[in-house]
C-alpha cells in the first residue's frame, strides 16, 4: 500500500528557513506529480506548490512565489520543499499528496495525502 511520510517541520523564526520532505512507498512515485497544501487553524486547505512527474514543470501559490522551492528525487521516492524567507502568516500544516487529476489547485485532484507535519513561524 503506497504511504506518504511528511518530514522536517518545526519552530523557526521570522525570515529563516525550513526543508520539508515527503517519502512515498510503492514503486510508482515517479508516473505522478506530487503537490503540497497546507491548512492553517480556522482556515481550509490551501495549494502550495505542485511538481510533475520529471520536476520539469513547478507551480506556486503566489503567496509563496520567489520564497518556496518545490523539487523531486525519484530515485528517492521523495518530494521537497525548501521554504526561505518565513513568515507568520506561513505557520500552518504542510501536507504533501499524490496529483491525479490536471486542476492541481484543488484538493480534489489528489487521491493521497501524508499525515502532515506542523510549520511554526514566530514573528
Known amino acids: 500500500q503506497v504511504q506518504l511520510v511528511e518530514s522536517g517541520g518545526g519552530l523557526v523564526q521570522a525570515g529563516g528557513s525550513l526543508r520539508l520532505s515527503c517519502a512515498a512507498s510503492?514503486?510508482?512515485?515517479?508516473?505522478?506529480?506530487m503537490g503540497w497544501f497546507r491548512q492553517a487553524p480556522g482556515k481550509e486547505r490551501e495549494f502550495v506548490a505542485n511538481?510533475?512527474?520529471?520536476?520539469?514543470?513547478?507551480n506556486y501559490a503566489d503567496s509563496v512565489k520567489g520564497r518556496f522551492t518545490i523539487s523531486r528525487d525519484n530515485a528517492k521516492n521523495t518530494v521537497y520543499l525548501q521554504m526561505n524567507s518565513l513568515k507568520p502568516e506561513d505557520t500552518a500544516v504542510y501536507y504533501c499528496a499524490r496529483q491525479y487529476d490536471s486542476s492541481r489547485g484543488y484538493t480534489r485532484s489528489y487521491d493521497l495525502w501524508g499525515q502532515g507535519t506542523q510549520v511554526t513561524v514566530s514573528s
Open positions: 511538481i510533475n512527474w520529471s520536476g520539469g514543470t513547478t
Open positions: 510503492g514503486r510508482t512515485f515517479s508516473s505522478y506529480a
